[in-house]
């Protein structure tokens, strides 16, 4: 009696389990989608949306700003104008997944009667690169173009452009950011960001300056008073850990103003309140932001509601109460296939096959054990 048939079942019968289980683990470990896009509701026919565009590694190569204009045309026909603002573009070396350099190119528009009609022009241009210690960003090294007569044919690459370097440091409470544009025998000319950390690696505060001389010109104030316990949908982009110093900054034109709604890479999780001030020179108001989300599956907003009350910065007197949603898109996650059979070699006429089927969401439903004589019935287990 040939017993290599009955051996491989059992042998069969025994890896299975632990296949089932590692199977769950895998669907249950998959990672998160990558972001796509942030888009805002509609406002005076008019909405805005920031772009994450990816190579085949799912490295960031390029964010994009821009707003969309909502047009009525012949036979009321929607006509969808859209605006670029500003374009980042990453760049690489070999299969590295942190950016060697960034171009960031910012656009704007010429006022005209119709917005169909507004010229295009190119404001200004920064080549940055990335300076690490140790796998870690410590600076950026870089030069900017600025176009100073708003030229609709200005060629950048034939200026002289502001040369900057900027200074990087970081640790589990703080992260400091500054631009030193001082020039030899003149005063100081500073820009800098800092950041307070809490122990869930949030930001509880930013403080966003200029300071010419002794002076400060211009400074901005965000305080992070609560967050969820989900993902911040930019935590798992390649390019996380190196941008731990910046924002995506999704600014529209308010009812009531412009206000900025930003997503901080460095965050693990999502606010859920926050308040905005500046120095008297720059606003008379401030702003207390409270959001709401829903989220997928991955725990990842899916959308954001917020509403926003515009104060004034002396006595705190309410200005007014106005609202502003967010729509999270995110990339399609390609489903790894599933195992449809095993199927062992046959001997003596012989083969053992085991066959797995599945419900509409891709649990296994039932399993089938097959011991197969060639040119007789099948014998089956299940």
């Not at 690489?92 to 006022?111: A, H």
């Not at 924002?247 to 900025?260: L, M, N, P």
């Not at 390609?334 to 053992?352: A, C, E, H, M, R």
């Amino acid at each position: 009696m040939n017993t290599q048939p009955m051996k491989y079942i059992l042998t069969v019968f025994a890896i299975i389990p632990v296949f089932l289980i590692a199977q769950n683990q895998n669907s249950g470990l998959m990672q998160a989608p990558l972001i796509e896009s942030i888009t805002s509701d509609t406002v005076k026919g008019k909405y805005h949306q920031v772009s994450f565009l990816y190579d085949n590694a799912n490295r960031v190569i390029a964010i994009i700003n821009k707003e969309i204009n909502i047009t009525t045309g012949s036979g009321k026909k929607k006509n969808l104008v859209e605006k670029i603002f500003k374009k980042q573009s990453f760049q690489y070396t070999g299969t590295d997944t942190k950016p060697i350099s960034r171009n960031i190119f910012t656009y704007q528009y010429l006022p005209s009667d119709s917005d169909e009609n507004q010229s295009l022009f190119l404001e200004s241009v920064e080549q940055q690169y990335f300076l690490y210690a140790n796998e870690q960003r410590v600076g950026d090294s870089g030069v900017y173009y600025y176009n100073r007569d708003k030229n609709l044919d200005w060629n950048w690459e034939e200026e002289n452009g502001q040369k900057r370097i900027g200074k990087l440091s970081q640790n589990n409470t703080r992260i400091y950011h500054e631009v030193d544009l001082t020039k030899p025998y003149s005063p100081s000319n500073i820009y800098s960001d800092e950041f307070t950390l809490t122990a869930q690696s949030n930001i509880s505060h930013e403080s966003s300056s200029y300071r010419y001389a002794n002076r400060s010109n211009d400074a901005s104030y965000y305080t992070y008073s609560a967050y969820d316990s989900e993902l911040n949908p930019l935590i798992n982009l390649n390019i996380a850990s190196v941008l731990v110093n910046e924002k995506i900054s999704a600014e529209f034109d308010g009812r009531y103003g412009k206000v900025d709604i930003n997503w901080y890479f460095a965050n693990q999780n999502n606010y859920t309140n926050y308040f905005v001030t500046t120095d008297e020179i720059t606003s008379h108001y401030k702003y207390n932001l409270k959001f709401n989300y829903a989220y997928n599956k991955f725990k990842q907003p899916i959308y954001a509601k917020a509403k926003i009350e515009q104060v004034f910065n002396k006595g705190g007197a309410l200005v007014r109460t106005y609202q502003q949603s967010y729509t999270f898109k995110y990339k399609k996650i390609t489903q790894p296939p599933l195992i449809k059979s095993i199927t062992s070699d046959t001997i003596n006429g012989v083969f053992n096959q085991v066959l797995f089927s599945y419900d509409e969401r891709n649990r296994v439903k039932e399993i089938v054990y097959k011991d197969v004589t060639i040119n007789e019935k099948e014998q089956l287990t299940k």
